[in-house]
């Protein structure tokens, strides 16, 4: 947003413009984001402001929902006074009490985008959008289309201006009313200077005139500028871009106008009384602004002193000595394993539980049997080299036999609705009453069979595929296991039995399933990588390589895989015939432990559904759930990462014995093993845009659910198989639903990293990109003393002491009568 005066540069407008639209990508790479990510260059509350006053959205609480917190006693008057005294002095507590607390302000500020644009209805009495929107949005939904289509676009292979020129060229209709319009897209001679000189007329307003014009759909511009950048974010791919779109839309504006008004109107800039201000015009701070900050920090700090305050009593607790684990467990670090990790713990306290990315550090592409398209099972910032195949698959997928394309034809399809539609009717019906899984269900298990057979290891270099190695070699799996292992901690007193257990979700009637699923395997179910990391580990020849690297695994411990279905909480173990006798039977005999912790996880999770009874027995409540996950009418089968607030990144006993509520991301990490913070570096530059991401697309889905959000899912249409929208005229949403994030507190992840604070601030400045989440302060840092337990806060490029305010911690035996007690966010307690 920088041009000269008097002179418009389109490409470096469309790349500006680009880096401020939405990033969401499709559905089936629904990864969660910093929503803000232009804004990120700038310190947190500098870029609220910013994205506030430029492009209207709300971006904190209202500050009568925070002064409500404050009366009802859900944030301390201590924490306020401490962040006041903190950011504005003692002398001035006063003065800032009474503007956080009585103060009246005036909040009716109009952005910047959108001004200049508003004057076609302020000066014609002419409404584009709703002229323009409906044919821009069917076109182009029909040309991105995916899949749901019957009939193909008409012209394929081609650019989306260039199909659009053909079909202008050879078609009897046409998608303009007058002649003008047609003519200038026929002879493709016009660019977007010569339109905008048409539909505007002073070159100093296009800049401002495409802003507005683009967000007054910025899903649909957001997501063509995605598909611009990473094509292969679709299965059929597409070619478009941003500027053939906006050619388009600029036509069809001159178009509309043609039809309302004849060919003599006059551009927009003729008939403007004011100017409207400059989108690069310097953003001044407002009482107002400051105000709302400081209810942020306050809102924030009440709980993460909650949280320090614990870790430090914590810390306070001798630990046992450390014996051989009866089984250990590798789970990815997403907040919903964090319960289940506890309540496995509490079922057996001899156990060992690790938190690593669920891609568990193999990195690659994933072919099903049946599949016409490779899978990527890594993190999205990732481009694997490796390719693994299934093969083998013992059942095929089942199908709805009326889900066909012969339901599409005349006749074929009149006896179908006949015939088989009176049946999908009926089994509508009865699922009403009885959900259960269909084919139609996304289930976590379908994406890979539970006994087929992956091609994991390659042999011979030579075989490829598209470019891609077919399994990794004997050398690349022994760094793989040992990058994973040094990472987090665990490189002796290895157990008989190391599980790995991969996640995904089971959902029906979820357009936004792949949020639900692995973020660290891109939107998919950790089964694939929890196999190919367990083979690996069990390889004889990794072994032998690892034991010259100083890591030596028993030849009696064996790594198995397995599933953790978070909707269901249901596990899926998989080679359980590679297990040795007597591993085998232990295994077996742990069935019941894994059940009991299952049925608990499912307890606790229920307190947050008004439709279950958390009162009622975990077994009974968690066949409740099971049904919940698959009905069809439940637009919350789980509710996600909402409520996530923060990122542990340290040994077990950093937070084991606390009750952290679901919220809390828990990367296993050992401080002695990497002395110098390398390990640590990988750690956060993987963390700190993927944890971060999800908790900022949770916290402005929250703060603004209409412009950042996606609103209510109920009136979703899913179009063409990318994303959803109200209706069939309405733009795409590209954040979340409120289904998903009504319980939610928008606090800033707050990352505990349990090591020297000289060690951190050199780990965090070894990546510009992950200093930069740390330095602006998206992502909150503390440094936690791994000897003594002192907490040390990151701030304005430095680590200084901090002392909570010891509030309130209280300490519970058990944690059942917290879970059947209240449906909100519960309070940080020590568990006995």
């Not at 306070?316 to 997403?334: G, V």
């Not at 060992?352 to 990527?376: A, C, L, R, S, W």
């Not at 939107?523 to 072994?543: D, E, F, T």
């Not at 840092?781 to 002392?803: C, I, K, M, S």
Request: hydrophobic share 40%; charged share 20%; net charge negative.
């Amino acid at each position: 947003m920088n041009i000269a005066k008097g002179y418009f540069d389109e490409h470096a407008v469309l790349h500006a413009l680009e880096h401020y639209l939405p990033a969401q990508a499709p559905l089936k790479d629904f990864i969660h984001h910093n929503t803000l990510h232009a804004f990120q260059d700038l310190p947190f509350y500098e870029g609220l402001n910013k994205a506030h006053t430029l492009l209207g959205y709300n971006t904190s609480l209202s500050l009568g929902e925070y002064r409500r917190l404050y009366t009802s006693g859900l944030i301390s008057p201590a924490v306020l006074q401490k962040v006041i005294i903190q950011r504005q002095g003692e002398k001035a507590l006063a003065e800032w009490t009474e503007k956080l607390l009585a103060t009246t302000y005036d909040r009716t500020d109009v952005p910047r985008v959108g001004t200049l644009r508003a004057n076609w209805k302020r000066h014609y009495q002419v409404d584009l959008d709703s002229m323009v929107h409906p044919t821009l949005f069917r076109i182009l939904c029909s040309y991105l289309d995916q899949g749901i289509s019957i009939w193909n676009f008409p012209i394929r292979g081609k650019q989306f201006i260039d199909a659009l020129r053909e079909m202008e060229s050879r078609s009897y209709t046409s998608f303009f009313r007058g002649k003008r319009a047609k003519q200038l897209l026929v002879k493709g001679s016009c660019t977007l200077t010569d339109l905008l000189a048409i539909l505007v007329g002073d070159e100093t307003l296009y800049e401002h005139y495409l802003y507005d014009q683009q967000f007054a759909h910025q899903g649909w511009s957001g997501m063509v500028a995605v598909i611009e950048n990473q094509p292969q974010t679709l299965l059929d791919p597409k070619q478009i871009a941003l500027h053939d779109v906006i050619l388009f839309e600029l036509l069809l504006e001159i178009d509309a106008l043609d039809f309302q008004f004849g060919p003599n109107w006059k551009p927009l800039s003729s008939r403007l009384t004011t100017r409207p201000v400059d989108l690069s015009a310097p953003i001044a701070k407002t009482e107002l602004s400051d105000v709302l900050s400081l209810w942020q920090d306050i809102y924030e700090w009440n709980y993460y002193d909650q949280v320090l305050t614990g870790v430090q009593r914590l810390g306070q607790t001798a630990l046992p000595q450390r014996t051989t684990p009866s089984f250990q467990a590798f789970f990815c670090i997403d907040d919903r394993e964090c319960s289940f990790r506890r309540h496995i713990e509490h079922e057996d306290p001899d156990c060992e539980t690790f938190g690593t990315p669920g891609f568990f550090g193999v990195e690659f592409f994933y072919q099903p049997e049946e599949g016409k398209f490779y899978e990527k099972a890594c993190p999205a910032p990732v481009t694997p080299k490796y390719l693994i195949k299934e093969v083998d698959a013992r059942n095929k997928r089942k199908k709805d036999v009326y889900f066909t394309k012969h339901a599409h034809s005349f006749y074929s399809g009149w006896l179908i609705a006949q015939t088989l539609g009176l049946w999908s009717v009926l089994r509508l019906f009865l699922a009403v009453f009885n959900p259960s899984m269909s084919a139609a269900t996304a289930s976590s298990l379908k994406h890979m069979h539970k006994r087929s057979r992956l091609t994991i290891e390659n042999q011979n270099p030579a075989d490829t595929e598209n470019g891609l190695q077919i399994g990794f070699g004997i050398d690349e799996m022994a760094d793989r296991v040992e990058r994973l292992l040094n990472s987090i901690g665990l490189v002796r007193n290895f157990a008989p039995v190391i599980y790995v257990v991969g996640h995904g979700s089971s959902t029906a009637n979820n357009p936004h399933y792949a949020a639900y699923d692995c973020g660290a395997c891109s939107g998919r179910a950790g089964s694939v990588n929890s196999r190919v990391l367990a083979y690996m580990g069990n390889k004889p020849a990794v072994r032998a390589i690892l034991r010259t690297r100083g890591i030596s695994i028993p030849d009696s411990t064996q790594f198995m895989g397995a599933l953790h279905d978070t909707t269901r909480d249901e596990i899926v173990f998989f080679d359980e015939e590679t297990l040795t006798p007597v591993n085998l039977e232990a295994h077996n005999k742990r069935a019941s432990m894994f059940e009991k912790a299952l049925d608990m996880n499912a307890k606790e999770r229920s307190r947050r559904f008004a439709s279950v009874d958390s009162t009622q027995a975990p077994d009974y409540i968690h066949e409740q759930l099971k049904k919940r996950s698959v009905s069809l009418f439940e637009p919350r089968p789980e509710l996600n990462h909402a409520t996530n607030a923060l990122c542990l990144i340290g040994r077990r006993s950093l937070s084991k014995g606390l009750f952290l509520d679901r919220r809390s991301f828990l990367n296993s990490y050992d401080y002695q093993i990497d002395p110098e913070g390398i390990y640590l570096s990988g750690i956060l530059n993987a963390a700190a845009p993927v944890c971060g991401g999800i908790n900022l697309e949770y916290f402005f889905s929250r703060v603004d659910n209409q412009k950042l959000g996606a609103g209510t899912k109920l009136p979703h249409n899913v179009m063409g198989l990318i994303g959803v929208s109200n209706g069939i005229d309405g733009d795409l949403r590209s954040g979340l639903p409120s289904q998903m994030i009504e319980v939610h507190d928008p606090v800033r992840l707050m990352m505990l990293v349990e090591h020297y604070p000289d060690v951190v601030i050199k780990a965090i400045k070894r990546s510009d990109a992950t200093y930069e989440w740390f330095i602006n302060e998206w992502i909150r840092l503390v440094a936690v003393h791994p000897e003594t337990r002192e907490l040390f806060v990151f701030r304005d490029g430095n680590f200084v002491p901090y002392v909570p305010l010891s509030l309130p911690v209280e300490t519970v035996a058990n944690a059942l009568p917290l879970i059947e007690s209240d449906a909100h966010n519960l309070p940080v307690h020590l568990l006995a």
